[in-house]
């Protein structure tokens, strides 16, 4: 069972960095594609990254490339995310996803964490 829980937000200024963290129970988190979500306030929920089982070169939006990096922890049960440059248009919660259903999808969400960047 994947049960995932995100730490590490919290209230930076413009041009600062946090460091997301989220801790999978179940240390299962290597077979599985993970990644991170984001939804700003009055917005949709939008994709920031992901990184495949193989570790293989990960994904970002265009609006998180080159400022953002995703990484998979040594043990089992860690990803992060590294939010270096940070505007207030990266004010949102941030959820992390783990294991792709046959559509695409994630399967399990995390809570999500507050990021909140101030100008």
């Known amino acids: 069972q994947v049960q995932l829980v995100e730490s590490g937000g919290g209230l930076v200024q413009a041009g600062g960095s946090l460091r997301l963290s989220c801790a999978d129970s179940?240390?299962?988190?290597?077979?599985?594609?993970v990644g991170w979500f984001r939804q700003a306030p009055g917005k949709e929920r939008e994709f920031v990254a992901r990184?495949?089982?193989?570790?293989?070169?990960?994904y970002y939006s265009d609006s998180v490339k080159g400022r953002f990096t995703i990484s998979r922890g040594n043990s089992d049960n860690m990803i992060y995310l590294q939010l270096d440059s940070l505007n207030p248009e990266d004010t949102a919660v941030y959820y992390c996803?783990?294991?792709?259903?046959?559509?695409?999808?994630?399967?399990?969400w995390g809570q999500g964490t507050q990021v909140t960047v101030s100008s």
């Open positions: 179940g240390r299962t988190l290597s077979r599985y594609s």
């Open positions: 996803v783990a294991g792709l259903d046959s559509t695409g999808r994630f399967v399990y």
């Open positions: 990184i495949d089982p193989s570790g293989s070169t990960p």
